[in-house]
């Protein structure tokens, strides 16, 4: 086998790469009234029956075709080929035209192919790495009697844990009642609150 054989073989496995290189033509055949008696269960009879019923031109798609039709009687598999449009005029032809591109080109398809799949590696490690991930958690209460938020205070705790390594996920606000002062001889009702804060940090 040369070099150029081995490189549209290798690009043909990557269907995403070779599918624009594909050119499907349709042949005259037969005529209606020329229909075969018998028909063959040829690698060009499973290729037209799934071009014409629509499948793409994988080797599952193939092999699952082929199965199928071998495993058909004369009639009915006469019937299910011309149901596909196999016994119509036309049938069509793939015209692979990735054998019309020099060796330099195919290899440099195939070098495409290579880098998008190790890429496609790289992201599933990536994606197992980040759900192996494993956090601690740690929450913070800051009380307030004044009615709002003591802002430098909490300033301090979340710079205090960031230095330690956590990361904020989660602010909200508990009230828990209402503190009634006096100034100046009238009552003042104030919110007593409750900032509770969650932060995490990985394992």
Known sequence: MD??????????????LAKPFKEKISIEEFEKDDEPEEVTVSKEVVVDYLLKSGYDLTPDNYERAEQ??????????????KNAGKMDEQRYKTIDHLNDLTVEELNSLLNIAVLNALNNISNQLNNINNSATKYTYSIERIHDSRGATNVRH??????????????????????????????????????VDEVIIVFEKPL
């Open 3 to 16: 070099i150029k054989t081995f490189l549209v073989k290798e690009l043909n496995r990557r269907e995403d």
């Open 68 to 81: 199928m039709l071998r495993s058909m009687e004369g009639t009915k598999l006469k019937s299910t080929l």
């Open 154 to 191: 909490m300033t301090e705790v979340i710079n205090r844990y960031a230095a330690n390594g956590y990361r904020v996920v989660s602010i909200f606000t508990n009230e828990l009642g209402k503190n009634v002062t006096s100034v100046g001889g009238f009552g003042v009702n104030s919110t």
